[in-house]
């Protein structure tokens, strides 16, 4: 495995073990819980559709998997808003889930563009 796709690997692993986090520090309000939960579930599934893409049969099943996982970033960064616009953590805190969550889809839309362009 290349290294640039060992680092994705760490990176999108670490996204969503610090998104486990910053759900366990939520607070038990009903609001709280059920942003958390949306952004548990997509912020999670991200590192899985990379690592999907990574066994990917075609270059079309790799994007697939790649545009997969850009939806959960997306998803993930509007959920840190709306927890952060609700008032529920304060957005200082939120700050660098938000700037890795850019920097990854940043990274998903690259590595999608490259491989639209070799077809």
């Known amino acids: 495995m290349k290294a640039e796709q060992q680092d994705l690997r760490?990176?999108?692993?670490?996204?969503?073990?610090?998104?486990?986090?910053?759900?366990?520090?939520l607070p038990n309000t009903a609001a709280a819980q059920v942003?958390?939960?949306q952004l548990l579930r997509s912020g999670t599934s991200v590192g899985a559709h990379y690592r999907?893409?990574?066994r990917a049969k075609s270059d079309a099943d790799f994007i697939s998997k790649i545009e997969g996982g850009l939806q959960e970033l997306?998803?993930?960064?509007?959920?840190?808003?709306?927890?952060?616009?609700?008032?529920?953590?304060?957005?200082?805190q939120l700050k660098p889930l938000r700037v890795e969550g850019d920097e990854l889809t940043a990274i998903f839309v690259t590595i999608a563009?490259?491989?639209k362009s070799k077809r």
Not at 17 to 25: F, S
Not at 75 to 85: C, D, P, Q
Request: aromatic share 10%; hydrophobic share 45%; proline share 0%.
């Open 113 to 115: 563009k490259k491989v």
């Open 52 to 54: 999907e893409a990574q």
């Open 35 to 37: 942003l958390g939960k």
């Open 10 to 25: 760490t990176r999108t692993k670490q996204f969503a073990l610090r998104i486990i986090r910053l759900y366990g520090a």
């Open 74 to 92: 997306d998803e993930s960064v509007y959920w840190l808003e709306l927890i952060e616009e609700a008032g529920i953590i304060a957005g200082e």
